[in-house]
């Protein structure tokens, strides 16, 4: 089998030699001159790579209201519905918003959240107004669970600190993971799978078929 | 002392004196030896990714090897027992070439688990004044104490007794009939301790299961005497040193009763995984039936077993009293236990993983090229031994030739 | 012991020595020139070794829980030098030692989790593992599981699966990584102590101290770990420069690595990569001995699955259910 890593006896010799001294000489590795130019530093690196890029915790929802309010927009409901008053039954189809979907459950009534006659907050069981920014109080009008959960930092994503006190942190609220007309949590694209080892025996089935010898 | 370099001299010199038979065996081991370094070294120098292991099959046909060796190491003790506590007298004759057996096994052991480390090396982590020994916790670090304790005792023996005959003494019974009478507990205790170290695996069930330790040692008891059913035969035949049948027979009836007792272990282990169906039963499946699709494995056992079986039929038949047919069941019990353990006993530990996956494993080339380095080095360091042993022991190599046995120093 | 029934051909010490005449003494030493030649080119694959491979710093190097803090200051800026030299990137490598009092727990909610596998790339590119490529997830230290719904048999599990959009009608997600189990298995396997759980219960591995004996990776039932099977492959733009010695700096060849709850972020008082990054909050991280931290509350109050318990492991990873 030696024909295949087929050395010369010289290297053989050199080699014998580089058994002795390897563990000397790569003691002063560390004195070996490192050409600067060719080093990335820790904070180039950073600005390059964008350091965090691959912590990216944006929520999955950009939140139009919300974000409209913080920008200090000054788009008003009540500039429509001043005149287009509430209707409190699906007698006719949406002239406007018709893009909405409204997909919550048995929760199917535009009046049951939004303020019948302050458009620019919701309502609450009494009819008092919430306000926009509020909008976790109008959810745990029936997700009372959900609500207690969010409030001790269990449902929700996290950011910050684990060393800051839950009620301290910045919280995603409700709509920014939730759209609140189709509630259900959105289907996400899998990044890529793990492959079976290269170095490995075999191979693995195709997860279709694997996935259909289970069905049966 | 000086005397004991004229010794150690007259050793040297006789191991390269022989006959154009003995230099071709013994350079064909040294070449599959340096073969075999020569893919260690490719190794050391690129990494385990030169094996066939994976992080699924953590560990392969090193560990393979080892572990069915520590059980042909530990056979070299069937001679023991009857020698010394049975007080049978043909073993006395034969019960040092055991000993030299378990000395080339346990240094073959040790390579095996110094080619498995992904860090030879920082060895030294392992011995304490440098390391940090983590004793008694580590079931690796008892087999690490076992296994040098063994090959130390087995030295001290063999050495001892060698140098006795060498000078013409009498060996002085307290030097050494304490050792044999530890070494031999410390030869159950290094299989013991080699099954602990899968049974210790709480993750593993194929492993973690009380019938590995007895089974290993049945198996041990099986194999190792085969081995040196066929060795003490190529003595008698090529050098001239007579060992006559009785220690033959003597092992082929312990090889009987251990095959009986490893078939009924394995009818435990059998009935216990398959008869209830639990989920721990996947290994044994992968390893019998083949899982998902993956059946690897399925050939070797199935084949390991036949072989077990005949061998099993031979020992316990009156046909096995003719050497020829003892010898088939040797070498049919030596290979089938061999596969059996090799494959059957480490792989599917693996198999399918702790979280389910199904990763196969075979040795690559290098894996393999080294694997068979180090049995050639083992075969080359008992050639060896039995090179100087014989002479001395059959009395052609003495201190003092004309007073044979009677010197009081 | 007794002599043979052949008679023994008697040499002595001086007979045995006269045999060694001339011509012999020629022969053995064009054997020995043989031997020692063939043996040098079994080793020349040596000469593949790269620079630093091996050195005598490495060599004489304690384990890191005796090192004093001047030996370990000089180790970190030594490993800090050799990172630039071999991949072109200088990092920080920082000490990180455990905060005093915390205690880390995970937390991970099967309900929510929706099996996108952002945790486990996020765990890649955090621990600056070895890859081929972006899509590499070999080394992750973290496996996401599809199961079928009405069963948790792991070894019915898919690791690979592949679909347009998850989660699957009539499956769920189980992500698995390393449990920083109380009762460690890989703890009490290691014969060099070289992992050990620190007093924030966070297993570590002291990579220059690992012999590669992968008797851990037999050990642990939840596959946390992973084996440097040959040098990290790394481009400059993969790497994460903020590292730590026990964390997530690039490892050797040839050691055992695993998750360290990114113990170089969650030290300094941030969340682990994997948790950043989930996008639905199935995971919670935090400090148990605080009883109002999440991960209390959760233990506290919500239906707890431990995986594995039967192994007796007493992980400080729970899956918990909202539902």
């Given at each position: 089998?030696?024909?295949?890593?087929?050395?010369?006896?010289?290297?053989?010799?050199?080699a014998?030699?580089?058994?002795?001294?390897?563990?000397?000489?790569?003691?002063?590795?560390?004195s070996d001159?490192?050409?600067?130019?060719?080093?990335?530093?820790?904070?180039?690196?950073?600005?390059?790579?964008?350091?965090?890029?691959?912590?990216?915790?944006?929520?999955?929802?950009?939140?139009?209201?919300?974000?409209?309010?913080?920008?200090?927009?000054?788009?008003?409901?009540?500039?429509c519905?001043?005149?287009?008053t509430?209707?409190?039954?699906h007698?006719?189809?949406?002239?406007?918003h018709?893009d909405?979907?409204?997909?919550?459950g048995?929760?199917r009534?535009?009046?049951?959240?939004?303020?019948?006659?302050?458009?620019?907050?919701?309502?609450?069981?009494?009819?008092?107004?919430?306000?926009?920014?509020?909008?976790?109080?109008?959810?745990?009008?029936?997700?009372?669970p959900?609500?207690?959960?969010?409030?001790?930092?269990?449902?929700g994503?996290?950011?910050?600190?684990?060393?800051?006190?839950?009620?301290?942190?910045?919280?995603?609220?409700?709509?920014?993971?939730?759209?609140?007309?189709r509630?259900?949590?959105?289907?996400?694209?899998?990044?890529?799978?793990?492959?079976?080892?290269?170095?490995?025996?075999?191979?693995?089935?195709?997860?279709?078929?694997?996935?259909?010898?289970?069905?049966? | 002392?000086?005397?004991?370099?004229?010794?150690?001299?007259?050793?040297?010199?006789?191991s390269?004196?022989?006959?154009?038979?003995?230099?071709a065996?013994?350079?064909?081991?040294?070449?599959?030896?340096?073969?075999g370094?020569?893919?260690?070294?490719?190794?050391?120098a690129?990494g385990?990714?030169?094996?066939?292991?994976?992080?699924?099959?953590?560990?392969?046909a090193?560990?393979?090897?080892?572990?069915?060796?520590?059980?042909?190491?530990?056979?070299?003790?069937?001679?023991?027992?009857?020698?010394?506590?049975?007080?049978?007298?043909?073993?006395?004759?034969?019960?040092?070439?055991?000993?030299?057996?378990?000395?080339?096994?346990?240094?073959?052991?040790?390579?095996?688990?110094?080619?498995?480390?992904?860090?030879?090396?920082?060895?030294?982590?392992?011995?304490?004044p440098?390391?940090?020994?983590?004793?008694?916790?580590?079931?690796?670090?008892?087999?690490?104490?076992?296994?040098?304790?063994?090959?130390l005792?087995?030295?001290?023996?063999?050495?001892?007794?060698?140098?006795?005959?060498?000078?013409?003494?009498k060996?002085?019974?307290?030097?050494?009939?304490?050792?044999?009478?530890?070494?031999?507990?410390?030869?159950?205790?290094?299989?013991?301790?080699?099954?602990?170290?899968?049974?210790?695996?709480?993750g593993?069930?194929?492993?973690?299961?009380?019938?590995?330790?007895?089974?290993?040692?049945?198996?041990?008891?099986?194999s190792?005497?085969?081995?040196?059913?066929?060795?003490?035969?190529?003595?008698?035949r090529?050098?001239?040193?007579?060992?006559?049948?009785?220690?033959?027979?003597?092992?082929?009836?312990?090889?009987?009763?251990?095959m009986i007792?490893?078939?009924?272990?394995l009818?435990?282990e059998?009935?216990?995984?398959?008869?209830?169906?639990?989920?721990?039963?996947?290994?044994s499946?992968?390893?019998?039936?083949?899982?998902?699709?993956?059946?690897?494995?399925?050939?070797?056992?199935?084949?390991?077993?036949?072989?077990?079986?005949v061998?099993?039929?031979?020992?316990?038949?009156?046909?096995?009293?003719?050497l020829?047919?003892?010898?088939?069941?040797?070498?049919?019990?030596?290979?089938?236990i061999?596969?059996?353990?090799?494959?059957?006993?480490?792989?599917p530990?693996?198999?399918?993983?702790?979280?389910?996956e199904?990763?196969?494993?075979?040795?690559?080339?290098?894996?393999?090229?080294?694997?068979?380095?180090?049995?050639a080095?083992?075969?080359?360091?008992?050639?060896?031994?039995?090179?100087?042993?014989?002479?001395?022991?059959?009395?052609?190599?003495?201190?003092?030739?004309?007073?044979?046995?009677?010197?009081?120093? | 012991?007794?002599?043979s029934?052949?008679?023994?051909?008697?040499?002595?010490?001086?007979?045995?020595?006269?045999?060694?005449?001339?011509?012999t003494?020629l022969?053995?030493?064009?054997?020995?020139?043989?031997?020692?030649?063939?043996?040098?080119?079994?080793?020349?694959?040596?000469?593949?070794?790269?620079?630093?491979?091996?050195?005598?710093?490495?060599f004489l190097?304690?384990?890191?829980?005796?090192?004093?803090?001047?030996?370990?200051?000089?180790?970190?800026?030594?490993?800090?030098?050799?990172?630039?030299?071999?991949?072109?990137?200088?990092?920080?490598i920082?000490?990180?030692?455990?905060?005093?009092?915390?205690?880390?727990?995970?937390?991970?909610?099967?309900?929510?989790?929706?099996?996108?596998?952002?945790?486990?790339?996020?765990?890649?590119?955090?621990?600056?593992?070895?890859?081929?490529?972006?899509?590499?997830?070999?080394?992750?230290?973290?496996?996401?599981?599809e199961?079928?719904?009405?069963?948790?048999?792991?070894?019915?599990?898919?690791?690979?699966?592949?679909?347009e959009?998850?989660?699957?009608?009539?499956?769920?997600?189980?992500?698995?990584?390393?449990?920083?189990?109380?009762?460690?298995?890989?703890?009490?396997?290691?014969p060099?102590?070289?992992?050990?759980?620190?007093?924030?219960?966070?297993?570590?591995?002291?990579?220059?101290?690992?012999?590669?004996?992968?008797?851990?990776?037999?050990?642990?039932?939840?596959y946390?770990?992973?084996?440097?099977?040959s040098?990290?492959?790394?481009?400059p733009?993969?790497?994460?420069?903020?590292?730590?010695?026990?964390?997530?700096?690039?490892r050797?060849?040839g050691?055992?690595?695993?998750?360290?709850?990114c113990?170089?972020?969650?030290?300094?008082?941030?969340?682990?990569?994997?948790?950043?990054?989930?996008?639905?909050?199935?995971?919670?991280?935090?400090?148990?001995?605080?009883?109002?931290?999440?991960v209390?509350?959760?233990i506290?109050?919500?239906?707890?699955?431990?995986?594995?318990?039967?192994?007796?492991?007493?992980?400080?990873?729970?899956?918990?259910?909202?539902?």
């Open positions: 089998m030696l024909f295949y890593q087929r050395v010369e006896l010289k290297n053989g010799l050199l014998t030699a580089l058994m002795v001294a390897v563990l000397v000489l790569n003691g002063c590795g560390s001159p490192v050409a600067d130019d060719e080093v990335l530093t820790a904070a180039q690196i950073a600005e390059q790579w964008g350091g965090t890029a691959h912590l990216a915790n944006d929520p999955v929802r950009p939140t139009g209201g919300l974000a409209l309010h913080r920008l200090g927009w000054t788009y008003d409901c009540m500039e519905h001043r005149l287009l509430a209707r409190w039954h007698d006719r189809p949406l002239v406007e018709r909405l979907v409204l997909e919550h048995a929760n009534f535009c009046l049951n959240c939004h303020h019948p006659t302050n458009r620019n907050a919701f309502v609450d069981y009494d009819g008092a107004e919430i306000a926009e920014q509020d909008v976790v109080l109008l959810c745990a009008k029936c997700h009372g959900t609500y207690r959960d969010w409030t001790r930092g269990i449902h994503r996290q950011t910050g600190s684990w060393q800051t006190p839950v009620a301290d942190r910045p919280r995603l609220r409700c709509i920014q993971c939730h759209d609140p007309h509630p259900t949590y959105p289907l996400l694209t899998p990044e890529s799978a793990p492959t079976y080892p290269v170095r490995a025996a075999g191979g693995h089935a195709p997860v279709a078929a694997h996935a259909a010898e289970q069905e049966h | 002392m000086k005397q004991y370099l004229v010794f150690l001299g007259n050793i040297a010199r006789i390269f004196q022989g006959s154009w038979r003995f230099y065996w013994m350079g064909f081991l040294t070449l599959i030896t340096l073969i370094l020569n893919a260690y070294a490719r190794q050391f690129h385990l990714v030169t094996t066939g292991m994976t992080d699924q099959v953590s560990w392969g090193y560990i393979s090897n080892f572990t069915y060796l520590v059980g042909i190491a530990a056979a070299a003790v069937m001679l023991v027992i009857p020698a010394y506590i049975y007080r049978n007298e043909p073993m006395h004759k034969v019960v040092l070439f055991g000993e030299m057996m378990a000395i080339a096994v346990i240094v073959m052991c040790l390579l095996f688990v110094m080619v498995d480390l992904g860090r030879a090396d920082r060895f030294h982590h392992m011995i304490p440098f390391g940090i020994f983590n004793f008694p916790v580590s079931i690796l670090a008892w087999d690490v104490i076992v296994l040098n304790g063994y090959l005792l087995n030295l001290h023996i063999v050495g001892y007794l060698m140098y006795s005959q060498y000078r013409g003494v060996p002085t019974a307290k030097f050494y009939i304490p050792f044999v009478f530890v070494a031999i507990v410390w030869a159950i205790s290094i299989h013991t301790v080699t099954a602990f170290l899968y049974v210790s695996i709480g593993r069930p194929y492993w973690n299961h009380p019938i590995i330790a007895p089974r290993f040692l049945a198996s041990a008891f099986t190792g005497p085969a081995l040196l059913v066929i060795t003490f035969q190529i003595i008698r090529w050098t001239k040193y007579w060992i006559g049948n009785e220690p033959i027979f003597t092992l082929r009836r312990i090889m009987a009763v251990a007792i490893n078939f009924f272990l009818l435990c059998v009935f216990t995984e398959f008869y209830v169906q639990t989920y721990h039963v996947a290994a499946e992968y390893l019998y039936f083949g899982l998902h699709g993956h059946n690897g494995l399925v050939p070797w056992i199935w084949t390991a077993i036949a072989l077990e079986f061998a099993l039929v031979l020992l316990v038949m009156p046909v096995s009293r003719q020829k047919w003892l010898n088939v069941a040797c070498v049919l019990a030596f290979v089938g061999g596969v059996e353990k090799g494959m059957g006993l480490i792989v530990g693996f198999v399918p993983t702790p979280l389910g199904v990763v196969e494993y075979l040795p690559s080339l290098n894996e393999f090229l080294i694997c068979i380095g180090i049995w080095f083992g075969a080359l360091l008992y050639s060896w031994m039995l090179r100087v042993a014989i002479p001395i022991m059959d009395g052609s190599l003495r201190a003092r030739p004309d007073t044979p046995g009677g010197s009081s120093e | 012991m007794d002599s029934q052949k008679p023994p051909e008697s040499r002595t010490v001086q007979e045995a020595a006269r045999a060694m005449d001339r011509r003494f022969k053995n030493t064009g054997l020995g020139a043989v031997g020692f030649l063939g043996f040098a080119a079994a080793l020349s694959p040596l000469l593949e070794l790269e620079k630093g491979d091996l050195s005598l710093d490495d190097q304690k384990h890191y829980r005796e090192l004093s803090g001047d030996e370990l200051e000089k180790i970190l800026r030594e490993l800090e030098r050799r990172t630039a030299r071999d991949f072109g990137v200088e990092p920080t920082s000490d990180a030692r455990p905060v005093p009092g915390a205690e880390f727990v995970y937390a991970l909610n099967l309900s929510r989790c929706v099996g996108c596998r952002r945790c486990a790339h996020a765990c890649v590119k955090e621990n600056n593992q070895s890859r081929t490529s972006d899509q590499d997830l070999e080394g992750s230290f973290i496996r996401v599981l199961l079928e719904n009405g069963s948790m048999n792991l070894e019915n599990s898919e690791h690979y699966y592949d679909p959009l998850v989660p699957q009608e009539g499956k769920y997600y189980m992500p698995v990584q390393c449990h920083q189990c109380r009762n460690a298995p890989c703890v009490k396997a290691c060099v102590q070289a992992t050990w759980t620190q007093d924030d219960g966070i297993t570590v591995v002291d990579y220059n101290w690992c012999i590669g004996c992968r008797y851990c990776m037999a050990a642990c039932p939840y946390a770990r992973r084996f440097n099977f040098k990290p492959k790394l481009e733009q993969q790497i994460n420069p903020n590292q730590a010695y026990l964390g997530n700096r690039i050797p060849k050691v055992v690595e695993k998750c360290t709850y113990l170089q972020r969650t030290r300094e008082g941030e969340y682990p990569a994997c948790m950043e990054v989930c996008p639905t909050g199935a995971r919670v991280f935090g400090n148990i001995t605080d009883p109002d931290s999440e209390a509350q959760i506290k109050d919500k239906r707890i699955y431990v995986l594995k318990e039967e192994v007796g492991t007493q992980p400080r990873f729970y899956y918990f259910f909202d539902k």
